[in-house]
C-alpha cells in the first residue's frame, strides 16, 4: 500500500525565514501526491499537487514543492513565513487504483511561525 | 457558491451508542469521501459515495457506515460507540465524474467533532 512519512510533528521557524517541510513516499511507481493545511477548528484545504505533469509545483499562499524521484520526495517550501502559516500540514498520496478521492495522510508536521 | 457544510459540529454520546452524522456537499458535487482525525491514527479514509453508491471503502469494521442521497447528501453511522470512535469527523466533496478524480480539488468540510464517554 502507498504510505508517506512526514519527517519532524513539529517544526518553528520565524517570521521571514524559510519553510521546508519534509514528505517521502513509499511507492515503486510514482504517485500523485498532495499538501493539505489545516487551521485550527477548521477543515483540510489543498495547497497543491503533484500530478505528474511537472516536478515543481506551485501552490497557493506562496507555498510550492519539488518532486523527486530518485529521493521519493516531495517536500513543501516556502521562501518566506507568515504568522498565518502557523497551521497543521499534511502531505498525501493516492492509492495504487490512484482515486485521489481515497487518499492516505501522513502524520502531519505542526508549524510554528516566530515573530 | 457554499462550501460543504457538516452537521452537528459536535457532539457528546456514550458507549454503546449510535451516531448519525451529516454531511452536505458543494452543490453540483457528487462524490462524498469521509475521512476520520484521530491524534493516536491521523487521518484515515472510511469511505466515498457516488450517486448513492459506495465506491470506496477504507479499512474500518462494520459499526461504521454510509449512505447518500439522490441531493448527494451523505450520512454516516457509527454503531455500539467505542472510546476509540472520539475523533474529528471530515467529509469532502468533489464533481466525482471523472475517473481518478486527480484533476479534480477534494473540498472539504468543518468536520464533527465526536466525544464517546
Known amino acids: 500500500a502507498q504510505s508517506v512519512t512526514q519527517l519532524g510533528s513539529h517544526v518553528s521557524v520565524s517570521e521571514g525565514a524559510l519553510v521546508l517541510l519534509r514528505c517521502n513516499y513509499s511507492s515503486s511507481v510514482p504517485p500523485y501526491l498532495f499538501w493539505y493545511v489545516q487551521y485550527p477548528n477548521q477543515g483540510l484545504q489543498l495547497l497543491l499537487k503533484?500530478?505528474?505533469?511537472?516536478?515543481l509545483v506551485k501552490g497557493i499562499n506562496g507555498f510550492e514543492a519539488e518532486f523527486k524521484k530518485s529521493e521519493t520526495s516531495f517536500h513543501l517550501t516556502k521562501p518566506s513565513a507568515h504568522m498565518s502559516d502557523a497551521a497543521e500540514y499534511f502531505c498525501a498520496v493516492t492509492p495504487v487504483s490512484g482515486s485521489a478521492r481515497q487518499l492516505t495522510f501522513g502524520s502531519g508536521t505542526q508549524l510554528t511561525v516566530l515573530p | 457558491k457554499a462550501g460543504v457544510t457538516q452537521t452537528p459540529r459536535y457532539l457528546i454520546k456514550t458507549r454503546g451508542q449510535q451516531v448519525t452524522l451529516s454531511c452536505s456537499p458543494i452543490?453540483?458535487?457528487?462524490?462524498v469521501s469521509w475521512y476520520q482525525q484521530t491524534p493516536g491514527q491521523g487521518l484515515q479514509f472510511l469511505f466515498e459515495y457516488f450517486s448513492e453508491t459506495q465506491r470506496n471503502k477504507g479499512n474500518f469494521p462494520g459499526r461504521f457506515s454510509g449512505r447518500q442521497f439522490s441531493n448527494s447528501r451523505s450520512e454516516m453511522n457509527v454503531s455500539t460507540l467505542e472510546l476509540g470512535d472520539s475523533a474529528l469527523y471530515l467529509c469532502a466533496s468533489t464533481p466525482g465524474a471523472s475517473g481518478t478524480g486527480i484533476k479534480e480539488t477534494q473540498y472539504f468540510g468543518p468536520g464533527t467533532r465526536l466525544l464517546v464517554l
Open positions: 452543490s453540483g458535487h457528487r462524490s
Open positions: 503533484y500530478t505528474s505533469a511537472a516536478t
